[in-house]
């Protein structure tokens, strides 16, 4: 079995995502507009993830 573990990566892209998320500082408006840019990122990516093992 060789290749990109999809898996794995679909199981704990959301746990990087929200690590990110944690390590944003600045003001609120800026901290919640870059959570929220992460959010999306995170989701989409793991969606397009899914659709390729599906």
Known sequence: MSGLPILSLLTFLPL????????????????????R???LWTTGINFF?????W
């Open 16 to 35: 990087v995502g929200a690590l990110f998320i944690l390590s944003i500082r600045g003001d609120n408006e800026t901290v919640a507009l870059n959570a």
């Open 37 to 39: 840019s992460v959010a």
């Open 49 to 53: 993830l899914s659709l390729y093992i």
